[in-house]
């Protein structure tokens, strides 16, 4: 007969642990029950034993594993689950230890006779308070399944625009960190053993010689050069952390060539569907800016829109003046969110501007791809070529004399 170890709640705040024999887990269970305990969890205990480690072990909660738990969780409840029960499925199927420890602590929690909301608000690690507050939203109109749908559909978008710009730029990064560090190679290794070749030659061409310096000072500094650059890199994350360092890079970011534009407007459908999304649950806007200006990945953003919540909807104007008066935002936004105002439908409106600027990132995408990709191969193809050449100079320069 099998032993199952079990957690289980006696009364509102005991909880006991301890294990028994039983034919099954649902006989497990019901035995539990005629003890007078509400169990949380009960599972075989050879199972348990064979995953200590993966449990010691268990890998991070991503955005991805929310995701899924969201749409399990909405699918449990459409079809008249109840929370506990489909928390307890939920807990018992998934394999990340780590969001199996959160989904109990949250039936822990439930069981106390508190809300699904307020249980989440106890892990603002994985359930941020946008989250939060649309599920609180969901309880109190009785349309929970509804909003976790929702959610599940807009972190679902938000995370194929992620994959893409992700996408769009891995492979140029990956061209642009092989080239360098191919070059600091040649530079500071190889060619100082070729130079050498050279050294009894009186009259080297221009090129020639700017390439032995080149080399000369990489082969004699290299660790400077590698030991500055970390430094560099580390003091650069660093003003990034800070305040007024973030709004600085994230500036800039909004004026770099091919990737401005795609930056923006990914953070724009990103902002817009949660901002919809927010409206159609009920939150006041005042209230609903506030929460979507948290998901504008680019500082600088996050500040218009702050500026235009107090400038306009503070007052009782409208957010169509506010983003009018805003310097990134596109007219375009501003005068389809005006366009909902008039019609009483800024939801549907703002759901058109995060179509239209996803399809956009989607265009841009490619676009940047097929533009970068060239570009940086030119670059590191014409820093070669340099060198090429300015190998084979002093040669034809010497096979001339000798005719």
């Known amino acids: 007969m099998p032993t199952y170890l079990y957690k289980a709640k ?31 969890w009960v599972r075989e205990k050879d199972v348990v034993e064979t995953s200590v480690a993966r449990r010691i072990f268990g890998r991070r909660i991503s955005n991805r594993d929310i995701t899924v738990f969201t749409s399990q969780l909405a699918s449990l409840t459409r079809s008249g689950v109840p929370i506990l029960r489909a928390l307890t499925t939920i807990a018992n199927q998934t394999e990340n230890a780590s969001l199996q420890k959160v989904v109990q602590n949250l039936q822990i929690t439930i069981r106390d006779g508190e809300m699904l ?67 600091f190679a040649l530079f500071a290794f190889f060619l100082p053993r070729v130079v050498v070749l050279f050294s009894s030659y009186d009259d080297l061409p221009l090129p020639t010689q700017i390439l032995i310096g080149i ?13 500055v650059g970390f430094l560099v890199a580390a003091v650069l994350k660093r003003l990034a952390a800070l305040e007024h360092g973030k709004l600085f890079f994230d500036r800039i970011k909004l004026h770099l060539p091919l990737v401005s534009r795609f930056l923006k407007e990914s953070d724009i459908a990103r902002f817009a569907r949660t901002l919809s999304l927010l409206l159609e649950t009920g939150s006041p806007i005042d209230r609903a ?31 169509s003046e506010g983003l009018h008066r805003t310097k990134y935002f596109p007219p375009f936004v501003a005068n389809l969110v005006a366009v909902g105002e008039e019609g009483g439908r800024l939801p549907e409106a703002l759901t058109e501007v995060a179509v239209f600027y996803e399809k956009q990132v989607e265009q841009q995408s490619r676009m940047t791809t097929s533009l970068l990709e060239p570009l940086l191969i030119l670059l590191v193809g014409a820093i070669v070529g340099f060198i090429v050449a300015a190998m084979l100079l002093p040669i034809f320069q010497l096979g001339g004399a000798i005719r």
């Open 215 to 227: 080399s000369d000072f990489f082969s004699k500094k290299w660790y400077w050069i590698l030991l």
């Open 289 to 319: 800016l506030a929460l979507s200006s948290d998901t504008l990945r680019n500082s600088v953003l996050q500040e218009e829109v702050g500026e235009a919540r107090d400038s306009t909807v503070r007052q009782g104007m409208p957010l």
């Open 10 to 40: 006696n009364g509102p705040r005991e909880t006991i642990e301890g294990e028994l024999q039983a034919d099954s887990r649902s006989v497990a269970v019901s035995r539990i029950d005629a003890m007078g305990y509400h169990p949380v």
């Open 117 to 183: 909301s307020d249980a989440l608000s106890k892990h603002p690690k994985h359930f941020n308070e946008l989250y939060v507050n649309m599920v609180r939203s969901g309880e109190s109109a009785g349309v929970l399944d509804v909003i976790l749908t929702r959610i599940t559909e807009a972190r679902e978008r938000e995370e194929e625009t992620r994959r893409k710009v992700q996408a769009a730029m891995a492979y140029p990064i990956l061209i642009l960190s092989v080239g360098l560090a191919t070059v």
